[in-house]
């Protein structure tokens, strides 16, 4: 049965072009063809690099965090059961009329129920160390493997195509493996696509020995990339105008290699120029409608880069659309009511020190608000 499913799966019109047959493709006279068998390693090596992302972020991601000023954010709120009953088996948001009720049964205004709920909310979201952390190793690798990538492609010897291969892979399969604890964005499904879709062109790219196509679609990604994370990294640690600058830098880089490079160069060689030569087979037609969907997805995301750089340039201020905006006000709102809180209770403290109410009106000798 098994032996059966092989047979078809790997029958050589759906992956070679005509007149192509798969003896042709093995290892002969001192040359050395790529085989499915070389992706095995791919699983262990994407659980290795888990665990270096840990070790990255600990030791290196952590204390360079803390360089840029971020610090672990510890946010407390006041323990309450009825809340938070509600807030795990009702909603996270309850409307006005729960917020009344809560109030009533705690004994509490609608204010501070509704900022205990604003609060138990931030609870569950990432901090900006977390964010830096997940940034600061994208960042890492993506510089790396670009670097690499550019020295592989004047390498025309397999082994350096291999391991070019092979990280690629191992850190997309990672990628996967880490979505579950990852910040989640509103593009989430876009990227289980993007890394299902990346998997599956960089496998069956190897497989089918269209090696240079894979090794110029993977370095036309990552050399954006390494200015998104960039951008990112600063954003976090509150350093605005570099962020700016990185990401107009990134959006410009974006544009040239995958809305212009990519369709008009990488896409035109394969799926207009083959047919100059070859007639339509299975591979020929499954490698591109990949291309293509990666292609649309490009189209996706430079729409919401669209948006955050007519943000940047009105506002003066970027912020990853992809993210909860309610997210950002009510982590925004609660800060400046903290502040805000803070302020009064000094003012209120001077005002005592001076003899005078909190209203400013003097108080009578021997009395002391408390």
């Known amino acids: 049965m098994f032996q059966t499913f092989k047979d078809w799966f790997w029958?050589?019109?759906f992956w070679l072009p005509p007149a192509i047959k798969w003896s042709d493709l093995e290892d002969h006279d001192g040359l050395v063809f790529v085989k499915p068998s070389h992706l095995y390693m791919t699983i262990p090596y994407a659980f290795g690099l888990l665990i270096i992302r840990h070790v990255f972020e600990k030791f290196i991601a952590t204390p360079l965090a803390k360089t840029f000023g971020i610090k672990e954010e510890v946010r407390k709120i006041i323990p309450n059961t009825v809340l938070e009953t509600f807030y795990k088996r009702s909603t996270s948001k309850p409307s006005e009329d729960d917020v009344y009720g809560l109030a009533k049964k705690c004994n509490l205004t609608e204010r501070q129920v509704e900022r205990w709920f604003r609060g138990r909310r931030n609870q569950d979201r990432p901090s900006r160390m977390k964010k830096f952390q997940e940034a600061c190793w994208r960042f890492a690798f993506y510089l790396v493997i670009t670097v690499a990538g550019i020295a592989f492609l004047y390498d025309p010897l397999l082994p350096s195509q291999y391991w070019y291969y092979?990280?690629?892979?191992?850190?997309?399969?990672?990628?996967?493996?880490?979505?579950?604890?990852?910040?989640?964005?509103?593009?989430?499904?876009?990227?289980?696509i993007h890394h299902l879709a990346a998997l599956s062109l960089m496998s069956f790219s190897w497989c089918a020995n269209y090696i240079r196509s894979g090794t110029l679609v993977m370095i036309v990604h990552d050399v954006a990339d390494i200015w998104l994370e960039s951008a990112k990294m600063f954003s976090y640690a509150g350093w605005k105008q570099t962020c700016n600058t990185l990401f107009?830098?990134?959006?410009a880089i974006f544009f040239i290699s995958r809305l212009i490079i990519f369709p008009f160069w990488i896409l035109y060689c394969t799926l207009v120029i083959p047919m100059l030569y070859?007639?339509?087979f299975f591979s020929y037609i499954f490698l591109n409608l990949q291309l293509m969907v990666l292609q649309i997805l490009h189209l996706y995301w430079g729409y919401f880069i669209l948006k955050m750089l007519k943000r940047?340039?009105?506002?003066?201020?970027?912020?990853?659309?992809?993210?909860?905006?309610?997210e950002e006000y009510e982590e925004e709102e609660e800060e400046e009511e903290e502040k805000k809180e803070e302020a009064t209770k000094d003012k209120e403290r001077d005002c005592l020190k001076n003899g005078l109410g909190p209203d400013r009106s003097l108080l009578p000798n021997g009395h002391h608000g408390r």
């Open 312 to 326: 940047c340039i009105f506002t003066k201020k970027i912020q990853d659309v992809r993210s909860d905006d309610e």
């Open 11 to 13: 029958l050589e019109r």
């Open 278 to 280: 070859l007639e339509p």
């Open 248 to 251: 107009f830098i990134f959006s």
């Open 166 to 192: 092979i990280l690629e892979m191992s850190f997309y399969c990672s990628l996967l493996l880490s979505l579950g604890s990852d910040v989640k964005r509103k593009d989430f499904f876009a990227h289980v």
